[in-house]
């Protein structure tokens, strides 16, 4: 039985999680900071004030609160959004033989059969069928592929039945 309370509840000293948005030296944590500095504020002033004017200065500091509170959460979402404008991968250029994938990669790929398939009004381009014979190798499933690859439920049925097959052929 093990008991209720471990020696190792805590985490050891140089990894103790930390709040992020507290930290004073991140312009997150300032912005935190003093929204809660301006909210003690206002408690101490609406302490202070006769009863008769509380609900005058009262309004007044509700609005500065709304307006510290919007300027924080603009900070906030500046920054969140300019690290994932940051983060986010642009598109890469075709290789110069024009082929994505290599020989290996698309081996069993069964061209005719997609051939067959494909109605001549709507090719999706032989570089989202690669891509997408490549995903069904990987394990991906008809339905996943068929919605992110635009492509046809049928055709994305068939890559990833012959991908599936493939791969217990090897398998065995």
Known sequence: MRP????R????RGNRPHIRYLHPRTREG????CALALLLVEVIVLGLVPSHARPLIGTLLLGAWVIAFVLVA???RGRRSAARRAGRPTW???PPGGQW???????GYPSEEVARLLPASADPGQNRLQT???LASHGHDAAWIAHHLDLPADLA??????AAHRATAHRA
């Open 74 to 76: 603009a900070v906030l």
């Open 101 to 107: 994938y290599g020989e290996d990669a698309l081996e």
């Open 132 to 134: 997408a014979w490549v």
């Open 92 to 94: 890469p250029v075709p």
């Open 9 to 12: 509840a805590t985490p050891p």
């Open 30 to 33: 300032a912005a935190v900071l």
């Open 157 to 162: 049925h068939l890559l990833a039945d012959t």
């Open 4 to 7: 209720l309370i471990s020696s």
